[in-house]
């Protein structure tokens, strides 16, 4: 009998296949939507007066002082006493002169809570203030 001799069908490749690179790249798209922790701003709770025009400042140029509507102030998520707002503000005028404290004050904060604030913003010569408010909805809009 005779030996019979095997070929080999298919020769082999160097290829690397890309077949599920697709599958891949969604799987890791998902993951990282999943994963991803978009942080806002942690104040104090508080809410906003109405206003009928606003202007949008560069984020890195504004430090947020929120006071609630039981005096506590917050200076970018940190809770502080009030004697110490010049202190820090100071501080954060040393990084960058030309700073812009962005108040956001419940509409049911005491007056004097926020004069004395903005009384000690004038000791320390910070005098590029912005008052945040919620902009009037018009007929038929929500914002």
Avoid: C, H, W
């Amino acid at each position: 009998m005779r030996a019979k001799k095997f070929r080999r069908k298919s020769a082999a490749t160097s290829e690397i296949s890309t077949a599920s690179t697709g599958d891949i790249a969604f799987l890791l798209l998902i993951f990282f939507m999943v994963t991803t922790i978009f942080r806002k701003e942690t104040g104090l709770v508080v809410e906003l007066p109405r206003a009928e025009a606003a202007e949008k400042i560069k984020q890195e140029m504004v430090t947020n002082i929120f006071i609630n509507r039981r005096g506590q102030i917050s200076i970018d998520d940190m809770l502080v006493q009030d004697t110490n707002v010049s202190n820090l503000i100071a501080q954060k005028l040393q990084g960058n002169p030309s700073l812009v404290v962005a108040f956001k004050a419940d509409n049911a904060t005491p007056y004097k809570v926020v004069s004395d604030v903005m009384e000690e913003l004038k000791d320390v010569n910070a005098l590029r203030v912005s008052f945040n408010a919620k902009p009037d909805a018009a007929p038929g809009r929500k914002f």
